[in-house]
């Protein structure tokens, strides 16, 4: 497709164009120069992102490597270009944002110079250090992945085989499509360079058992993606194109609400009763993204049909149940949750506010309103003074919060600065109190992890009396939270709770095999559950390693992140005339 926006001239006969006076000729000639060179941009390798990227990037933008002091052009859709940019220690790298956007406020130390170039400034030595730990956590993780489950989907150390079923109907090599993008970004060049040959030689697409929707697209579809952006791939782009199409039966539905099971080979949507809102709304950033990557509106349409039907519905006190029935259209239950199957669809719809440039007006306006309806209904303060976001089960709450629920405070965080001037600091404050809830859960227990549930109800506070509620395993929401509220605030308590999380799952989680789950976070003697999870990799280790880098790594005013921790671009509002086979954000 000829993407130029090409002048109109069609009220210019042939005539006309014979009988240009000089000056008109001029202009002609600059306007036929300046097709020429655009030529240069359809490339075949050429994306569609690629062109909207160049469309608003600083073309001289240099990535220096601080620690040799040398620069590379960037080759990638979005001009990172880390890898090939020799020599290679992208660890310390820093980027130029490569897409303008005005209005960010991003707290930026590094100063720009009149080349357009950025002058590196290190973090300070302290948190360079704890990023190289991170680091050093990743490469141990990968290499013991590498050596006992290798192209399974998930490492046991403790049997030291993979697990490769679950919930991916049949895919495989979930950590290593999880990974891509936090290896490419920590730098670990070699590591990243096995993880794109495994996918182009062995990631077969086409397997017949049923995949989770949810579960392939943040982990697949998302981790694909960010790989592409990041680097300008091509086989990344390939396959996720082809697995974006592969999920399209999901949708065969009267409502068009999509099932939750998918058989990737056969075309065969499962049906099953509920459709559950945090699998169903939790695929826009990815399917918009699809859309931009192929100009299929199909993607966007799907996505946007869920949630034209989602705003029409009528809403207990404004909430969102958090079940569906795809044939009929209605909610099935009255159950509310901000975590276990609630808490992503709320994310993405702020999340596609700024993922679209923020242009995306309906998307802000669910989202303000759905956490005005959770600040009315659901959030509570403790005896104790701790805040939390309850749960509610057709009027009447049940006082617990799930470590899922966790990421709320790096969401509302983010949301806080483009809600209404009066609400930002009350936002704010919330995200942080929500935080800081969070950090207590992890505090209360001697081994310093939190667990997977904790109550406020019969004298609990932040901790989790049942025996069943108590295994932490690797989850990233409190660590997620962290590096939100560092990069909103400054406020070094964020990188400190960081670190002591950290060297809580260094102490308990690391095994001489790779990493894994615990049972009990209050045991004083640690049962493992035998379960590297693929989230661990690209979730909480990415979020530690960004809670210890500069603002400048994956700047949030150019990046969003979807609920796998893998980085979107933002979409640049000043291509939205080239988008018109997109539909409007605002229908
Ligand atoms: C991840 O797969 C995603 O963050 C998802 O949204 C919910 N939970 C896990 C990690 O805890």
Not at 265 to 281: D, I, M, Q
Request: aromatic share 10%.
């Amino acid at each position: 497709t000829l993407v130029f926006n090409l002048p109109k001239f069609s009220h210019v006969s042939k005539t006309s164009f014979v009988v240009l006076r000089l000056p008109q000729t001029f202009l002609f000639l600059l306007f036929i120069g300046s097709l020429g060179f655009g030529a240069l941009f359809f490339l075949p390798e050429t994306s569609r992102l690629k062109r909207i990227f160049q469309h608003n990037s600083d073309n001289s933008a240099v990535i220096t490597d601080s620690v040799n002091g040398q620069s590379a052009r960037p080759s990638s859709p979005i001009g990172y270009g880390l890898i090939g940019a020799a020599p290679l220690d992208i660890g310390v790298l820093r980027m130029k944002s490569q897409l303008s956007s005005s209005n960010g406020k991003q707290t930026n130390n590094n100063k720009e110079s009149s080349q357009g170039t950025v002058s590196m400034q290190h973090t300070d030595p302290e948190s360079l250090q704890r990023r190289e730990k991170v680091k050093e956590m990743m490469k141990f993780a990968w290499d013991n992945y590498k050596r006992y489950a290798w192209g399974e989907n998930e490492l046991r150390p403790l049997s030291r085989n993979g697990n490769d079923g679950r919930t991916f109907g049949g895919l495989r090599g979930a950590s290593i499509v999880d990974s891509l993008d936090t290896l490419y970004i920590m730098g670990l060049g070699e590591e990243y360079q096995e993880a794109k040959e495994w996918v182009e030689n062995n990631l077969n697409l086409k397997v017949g058992g049923e995949a989770s929707l949810f579960e392939v697209n943040i982990r697949y579809v998302g981790g694909l993606l960010s790989a592409y952006y990041l680097t300008g791939e091509e086989v990344f782009k390939r396959k996720v194109v082809e697995l974006g199409r592969n999920l399209l039966p999901a949708f065969n539905t009267p409502t068009g609400i999509p099932h939750g099971v998918v058989n990737l080979a056969g075309w065969v949507a499962f049906p099953r009763r509920s459709s559950v809102l945090a699998e169903f709304g939790t695929l826009h950033l990815e399917f918009v993204h699809l859309s931009e990557l192929t100009s299929d509106p199909i993607y966007t349409e799907k996505v946007m049909n869920i949630r034209k039907h989602l705003n029409q519905l009528d809403k207990p006190r404004g909430l969102y149940p958090n079940a569906l029935n795809p044939v009929s259209g209605n909610w099935e239950q009255h159950y509310v949750s901000i975590g276990a199957l609630g808490d992503s669809f709320y994310e993405y719809l702020i999340k596609s506010y700024l993922m679209s440039d923020r242009t995306d007006e309906v998307a802000k306006r669910m989202y303000y309103a759905a956490l005005e309806a959770i600040e009315n209904n659901l959030v509570q303060r403790s005896p104790g003074g701790l805040i939390y976001v309850a749960e509610w089960r057709g009027g009447i709450l049940d006082h617990r919060m799930g470590h899922l629920a966790c990421f709320s405070g790096g969401m509302i965080g983010i949301g806080a600065e483009h809600g209404s001037p009066e609400t930002r600091q009350h936002q704010l404050d919330l995200a942080a109190n929500i935080t800081h809830t969070c950090h207590e859960s992890y505090r209360r227990t001697p081994t310093k992890l939190g667990p997977e549930v904790f109550r406020f109800d019969d004298g609990a506070e932040a901790t989790a009396p049942r025996v069943n509620e108590r295994q932490y395993i690797l989850r990233p929401e409190v660590v997620e939270s962290y590096m939100y509220m560092w990069r909103l605030t400054h406020d070094p308590k964020y990188r400190e709770w960081g670190w002591e999380a950290l060297e809580a799952l260094e102490r308990h989680c690391r095994l001489a095999t790779g990493f894994s789950g615990i049972i009990d976070v209050y045991g004083h003697i640690i049962q493992h559950d035998n379960l590297q999870q693929s989230f661990f990799l690209a979730e909480t280790l990415k979020y530690l390693y960004l809670l210890f880098s500069d603002d400048d790594l994956l700047p949030l005013k150019d990046w969003v992140f979807n609920t796998e921790a893998h980085p979107l671009p933002v979409i640049p509002r000043n291509c939205s005339q080239e988008r018109e086979h997109i539909p409007n954000w605002t229908q």
